[in-house]
């Protein structure tokens, strides 16, 4: 399994970026999707998620509001889009899929996620 990230990059405080999350040689259909980001020195702290169709997503409360998760199977990605960013969003994000139809941001994500992509910054200056 390969997941792939783009979209990263610098962006003005108030800015928005669309992180692309783009599975390999697996159809995504089964995975639940979970974003992800890591800041240096700090633990890997969960974004947002989405189920297999969709129908349940989740978003860490420092996000609600500004993030949106979304999928589209028959393309074989997922997507971050990300409005109004702040400086403290500045992060590598990483995406990663759960063979379950169900997804989490509750527990330890090395142990609930089964693969991950290779992560992408995310740079929000103060």
């Known amino acids: 399994l390969q997941l792939v990230e783009s979209g990263g990059g610098l962006v003005q405080p108030g800015g928005s970026l669309r992180l692309l999350c783009k599975a390999v040689g697996f159809p995504l259909d089964y995975y639940a999707i979970g974003w992800f980001r890591q800041v240096p020195g700090k633990e890997r702290e969960g974004v947002s998620c989405i189920s297999t169709t969709g129908e349940e997503r989740h978003y860490a409360d420092s996000v609600k509001g500004r993030f949106t998760i979304s999928r589209d199977n028959a393309e074989n990605m997922a997507s971050l889009q990300m409005n109004s960013l702040k400086p403290e969003d500045t992060a590598v994000y990483y995406c990663?899929?759960?063979?379950?139809?169900?997804?989490?941001?509750?527990?330890?994500?090395?142990?609930?996620?089964?693969?991950w992509g290779q992560g992408t910054q995310v740079t929000v200056p103060s």
């Open positions: 990663a899929a759960r063979r379950d139809q169900l997804c989490s941001l509750m527990g330890d994500p090395s142990v609930d996620y089964d693969d």
